[in-house]
């Protein structure tokens, strides 16, 4: 497939990426055990004496006025850095101690060390640049119609960039590995009409969306039949040989439309109520080809197609006309099949879905659990050359993406968003771990020589949202102070240090601290009973003047997220760096970082797709 030269922007260089991740690394592991605090253990371990030297007023006046939460850096951006001096920086924590004595130039130093303020990213606008060339975007639905604001925002940016990246690679395949729900995935079929494999660890996902799809059928099938009157109709008024059959004729079809409509309206009503809050056009189950839908609309219509009623080309633009299958009511119950009976079936149904088409707007979702070692060909039995992708892959799968991509000549191309960092298995973390395992942290050879580890509660920090804090978006003190009482409690009165069991999200559903302790205990399977309420608001008098420290204490970790954030993705960069086979690596954001806080890609094309 031909196809013309397009030069993509110019890269990070491999040497630069690498000596921003040095000097990032340098950073955080100064801050580390600021990191790798716990703030359930905030009193019992005495956390704030431990350390931080000033006053908690005095560490959120310096991180408004001078850090992350204030204005940018004069003259930095996305693309160029101010000039500081590292050294300058190490000065913030006492050497000794490595208690945080100079807040002013910790928050300096977080901003400046965020990918923001590294330089490091390529904007995605000369991405988009790079790839589009003179072609048009694609125009049609609009995710915000079957998502909330914070998927449609995602799906949309994300699908627009994969479009391109395909477009440019001349292929037509997309693999989206963790593809949950299939949002991405249903819209980059729909909407650009591209060859999807969604895969996804959980079987859940694809039997909801095998339910939803039964449902839709009904109500796909009565739009298919009013689009085809609305063609016919619109035809019937363009001929005025016969204006009287004509009349008649749109008659006809207006009153059959009109008792198709109260008829669907009457019979599923319920059904389109649990439908479209639960997004049930993009979490469809299977995309098959939209040849009979042509067929049936086109042949002598596609003149008319223009002119079509705004809903009803708005569902036409959804979903082809044989998008759902329907299992057969002669098929034994699926309740009465053995366990073995269920997993055979359901690997014959996806080999004989992934065979029985080859071509194009196919959505599949294929329940897999993806390692490093995973071989897509036994997943996809029509694997060709494809883009993978992945819009918020949890943990080690986001790097497991890079692993394959790099592996397998057949990926062309990657877009990965990774999320949940602390799901993050570390290599350094546990040291009488097995040696050979693949670990999702760290990737790159630097960190590995350095034997680097940040710990999972610094990975925790790294989910946390500064951009949301900067704009207002309070953090949960009050939730967290409860917690780090009844650590106390727990300690103190039943001397238990470590528990399997957790809390979860008792604090919503308590009225007071009394009831939070009584709730907590009782799902901790601790006796409560010998604990009276008057004990209880003992401790929450004793450590109540004491919550502006766990405040800061929590601002504080907020401000360093995103440091942590980017040697996990600089990690990644200079991995793909490392590779020989690819032409073009880069970290874009993608995303409002307000709207999705993980907003940053990692992009790579292979130097064969680039020719």
């Known amino acids: 497939m031909s196809r013309p030269a397009r030069a993509l922007p110019p890269q990070l260089p491999a040497a630069a990426a690498a000596r921003a991740l040095r000097r990032a690394a340098r950073f955080v592991r100064r801050a580390l055990p600021l990191c790798r605090a716990h703030t359930v253990e905030f009193f019992t371990r005495g956390l704030w004496e431990r350390l931080v030297v000033p006053p908690p007023h005095t560490v959120l006046e310096a991180l408004r006025a001078a850090g992350p939460l204030a204005r940018p850096l004069a003259g930095a951006s996305d693309s160029a850095a101010a000039p500081c001096d590292d050294d300058m920086f190490s000065s913030a924590f006492c050497e000794n101690s490595e208690k945080l004595i100079d807040v002013h130039l910790f928050a300096l130093a977080a901003k400046y060390y965020s990918l923001s303020n590294l330089g490091v990213c390529t904007p995605l606008e000369d991405v988009l640049g790079a790839l589009k060339g003179n072609s048009q975007g694609a125009t049609g639905i609009k995710a915000d119609e079957f998502m909330n604001n914070k998927k449609s925002h995602e799906v949309q940016v994300m699908s627009e960039l994969v479009d391109n990246i395909v477009n440019y690679c001349g292929i037509k395949q997309v693999i989206d590995i963790g593809s949950g729900k ?37 109500h796909w099938r009565a739009y298919q039949s009013r689009g085809r009157a609305n063609l016919k109709t619109q035809s019937l008024e363009k001929t005025n040989d016969r204006p009287v059959e ?11 439309l009109l008792n198709n409509a109260k008829s669907l309206q009457s019979r599923d009503q319920v059904i389109m109520q649990d439908l479209v809050p639960s997004c049930g056009f993009t979490e469809m189950g ?125 990926v062309k191309a990657v877009c990965s968003v990774g999320c949940c960092y602390h799901l993050l298995s570390e290599q350094f973390e546990n040291q009488e771990e097995c040696c050979d395992k693949v670990w999702g942290f760290p990737m790159c050879q630097y960190l590995k020589d ?41 300690e103190e009165m039943y001397g238990v240090t470590k528990s399997d069991r957790h809390v979860g999200k008792t604090f919503s559903k308590s009225s007071s601290f009394v009831d939070y302790v009584r709730r907590s205990l009782k799902k901790l399977e601790l006796d409560d009973s010998k604990l009276p309420d008057s004990c209880i608001m003992d401790y929450y008098e004793k450590y109540k003047h004491r919550m502006n420290e ?22 990644r960069l200079c991995y793909l760096k490392e590779q020989e086979n690819i032409a073009w690596s880069g970290l874009v954001k993608l995303f409002d970082p307000v709207k999705s806080p993980r907003c940053y890609a990692v992009i790579a094309l292979k130097e064969e797709s680039c020719s």
């Not at 009409?193 to 039964?214: F, P, Q, W």
């Not at 004509?246 to 059959?256: Q, T, V």
């Open 182 to 218: 299939g949002y991405l995935s249903s819209f980059l079929s729909m909407q650009y009409n591209l060859k999807v494999y969604g895969i996804d660890s959980s079987n859940s996902n694809t039997d909801g969306a095998h339910e939803r799809n039964r449902k839709l059928k009904k």
């Open 246 to 256: 004509s009349e008649m004729k749109s008659k006809m079809i207006n009153e059959e």
């Open 286 to 410: 299977t995309f098959e080809t939209r040849t009979e839908t042509e067929a049936d609309l086109m042949p002598q219509t596609k003149s008319h197609e223009g002119k079509l009623s705004e809903e009803v080309l708005a569902i036409l633009n959804v979903l082809p006309a044989d998008a759902v299958e329907v299992f057969s009511s002669s098929h034994r119950n699926w309740g009465e099949l053995c366990e073995e009976e269920k997993v055979q079936r359901k690997k014959t149904s996806l080999k004989t879905k992934a065979t029985k088409s080859s071509e194009s707007n196919l959505y599949l979702p294929l329940t897999s659990c993806i390692t490093a070692e995973t071989e897509l060909s036994d997943i996809v039995t029509d694997l060709e050359d494809c883009v993978m992708v992945g819009l918020h892959t949890c943990g080690d799968l986001a790097a497991n993406t890079l692993r394959i991509f790099a592996a397998k000549p057949e």
């Open 450 to 490: 350095k034997g680097w580890c940040c710990g999972r509660n610094a990975r925790m920090s790294a989910c946390l949202a500064l951009e949301r804090v900067a704009v207002g978006q309070m953090l949960p003190t009050e939730s967290l102070f409860y917690r780090a009482v009844l650590q106390v409690i727990i």
């Open 550 to 571: 766990l405040e800061a204490f929590n601002m504080l970790k907020v401000v360093l997220a995103p440091c942590i954030e980017v040697l996990i993705l600089l990690d």
